[in-house]
């Protein structure tokens, strides 16, 4: 009785959700999505705020999971025509249900909470805080100090990232508060650079391989000699070369140069194409290819602490799997083999088998690596395992790890430690008319003034009633900002032990932040929502790298110039 043939199973296509993100997912992965849904982001309101929206709307659109709103205004007038996500309806309706609304309907995914309460009420509670993963604060002229350092002290102590923004007029800034120890693993770096092709340390099956194809070259056929893997060649050239050199590779640029030569001597040139390919190949990857491994500084930093960390009080992954590469490191002088291949000419079979022997290395490599941090947990006791991904992505991109030291918010001018100050005043002094850190001080001057402003609102019985004139209303803000921003320029360098010699100094670099001064000032702490879409879409980027911890986000303040259209990041 014949047999009828069977129907093959048909094919699984793409989810809902894989369709709907595809092109971030190509970004970011299925670990970098989950970890956006997983997340909680909080922003702090008390001024129209469009920024924060702004932020909000570029992390709900690529589906982050939930988000909250604090907010105790109203709509109003103003509202209207800056917040796109309102409309006349939301008129005298609380601004934060209003926003919430709206923002919603970008996606459906995502769970969306307002709260129509102060910040300082809403930070009364003293467990206000703890479900958040990252928090957004927007500069307000209504806020207050203690309630932003509350905020920063609380994101200190429970390792929850910080973002502190400003957008007033036409100039923008925010700034970072990381954990003080911020690892990331999936840095993104070039594909190119992350080659590690160790010619100058092969292992057995890698020389095995490169002995069968290489064992009688010259007798090749002009078809096989042309399509010898590059890798190989180079391999096979070494042991000629160190053989004539005391078992030496080529070190120096002039001995890599003279090899460079010896391997183009090498080549067929009696062909219809002149030359070979795969011998033009390997000639270019000499300067680059041929270099002793080396331990980038920063990864030997982590190892260092790694090593000195005790684990029974700091059991976090990360250092455990640091700590197993570290041990590998130094007992085979190498990180483990991220197994990747170049694109190179070859035959079909031979690249094939080729990147069967890098691959089967990096796994055996991370297949010890993970035999030491198995025996680690068992020392330990730990429960929960590292899992295999989280070894395995770390192997791969151990020499691109980045450890980032996150800083406080500079909110006490009285008390700057003097490396920030230091680094402050360097800046300042230098001759660049395109040095955007003028605008930083600015702001800081801003807050500075509003804290006074607040201060003496509060002692008053009866508060002062606002200017109606505006050119008064400029005039005397404007040299309520030179005030301040004079004392936090004198503060500044103060901490970096007296760097301003003269008066001359200071009034340059005033002179320097008078522009910005003159343009919050017109602005009256409005908002433009151009700009504030523009600094809300880079924020989101920082929000997106900071929660899926991949890519590498500002350390720590970016600022933006709207007038000049450029922008600059400092480490403060």
Request: hydrophobic share 35%; glycine share 4%; aromatic share 8%.
């Amino acid at each position: 009785m014949a047999t009828k043939p069977m129907t093959p199973p048909p094919l699984q296509g793409p989810t809902a959700k894989e369709k709907k993100y595809d092109r971030q997912l190509r970004l970011w992965a299925a670990s970098g999505q989950q970890a956006l849904e997983e997340a909680h982001i909080l922003l702090l309101n008390s001024s129209p705020g469009v920024v924060g929206v702004e932020t909000l709307k570029n992390l709900i659109l690529p589906g982050i999971g939930n988000y909250t709103i604090v907010d105790e205004e109203d709509v109003a007038e103003e509202d209207l025509g800056i917040n796109f996500f309102l409309t006349d309806d939301s008129l005298g309706k609380p601004r934060a249900n209003e926003t919430c609304k709206y923002l919603t309907e970008l996606n459906p995914d995502v769970n969306g909470y307002p709260v129509q309460r102060s910040i300082h009420t809403f930070l009364e509670d003293p467990h206000a805080l703890d479900k958040y993963s990252l928090i957004l604060f927007i500069a307000s002229p209504k806020q207050s100090s203690k309630d932003l350092n509350t905020v920063s002290q609380h994101c200190l102590q429970n390792s929850i990232p910080l973002f502190y923004i400003h957008s007033i007029g036409l100039f923008s800034h925010f700034s970072v508060q990381l954990p003080d120890a911020f690892p990331i693993v999936d840095t993104h770096p070039d594909p190119v650079s992350t080659q590690d092709l160790r010619l100058l340390q092969p292992w057995p099956e890698l020389q095995a391989f490169m002995k069968t194809k290489t064992s009688d070259l010259e007798a090749l056929s002009d078809h096989d000699h042309s399509h010898v893997p590059y890798l190989i060649l180079l391999l096979h050239f070494l042991e000629e070369w160190k053989s004539s050199h005391d078992g030496n590779p080529p070190s120096e640029y002039k001995e890599k140069k003279e090899f460079k030569a010896f391997i183009e001597s090498k080549a067929r040139r009696n062909n219809p194409e002149g030359g070979e390919e795969n011998f033009d190949e390997a000639a270019a990857a000499v300067l680059k290819s041929l270099n002793k491994p080396s331990l980038p500084s920063g990864l030997a930093d982590i190892f260092a602490e790694a090593t000195h960390r005790k684990p029974q009080t700091d059991p976090a992954n990360f250092w455990l799997v640091a700590a197993a590469i570290s041990a590998f490191h130094t007992d085979s002088g190498a990180l483990p083999l991220p197994g990747a291949l170049p694109d190179m000419k070859a035959q079909s079979h031979d690249y094939i088998q080729l990147q069967n022997i890098y691959k089967t290395k990096a796994r055996r490599d991370i297949e010890e690596i993970t035999k030491r941090i198995r025996t680690m947990e068992m020392i330990l006791e730990r429960e929960t395992p590292v899992e295999n991904k989280e070894i395995e992505a770390f192997c791969k991109g151990a020499a691109f790890v980045k450890l980032i030291r996150g800083k406080q918010l500079l909110l006490d001018l009285n008390a700057i430690p003097p490396d920030r100050a230091k680094s402050l005043a360097d800046n300042l002094l230098q001759d660049d008319d395109s040095c955007t850190l003028p605008i930083y001080i600015a702001f800081l001057a801003y807050d500075a003034t509003c804290a006074d402003y607040i201060a003496s609102q509060t002692q008053q019985s009866h508060p002062h009633p606002k200017i109606q004139d505006p050119q008064r209303r400029h005039d005397l803000s404007l040299a309520f900002l030179k005030m301040h921003a004079e004392t936090v320029i004198t503060k500044i360098f103060n901490a970096a032990e007296n760097r301003i010699d003269n008066h001359t100094q200071k009034q340059e670099v005033l002179e320097r932040v008078e522009p910005v001064l003159g343009e919050i000032a017109r602005a009256e702490g409005g908002e433009l929502h151009n700009l504030s879409a523009l600094l809300g879409g880079m924020v989101a980027q920082e929000v997106i790298k900071v929660v899926t911890k991949q890519y590498v986000p500002v350390d720590n303040t970016c600022v933006f110039d709207g007038i000049a259209s450029r922008s600059g990041v400092f480490r403060i």
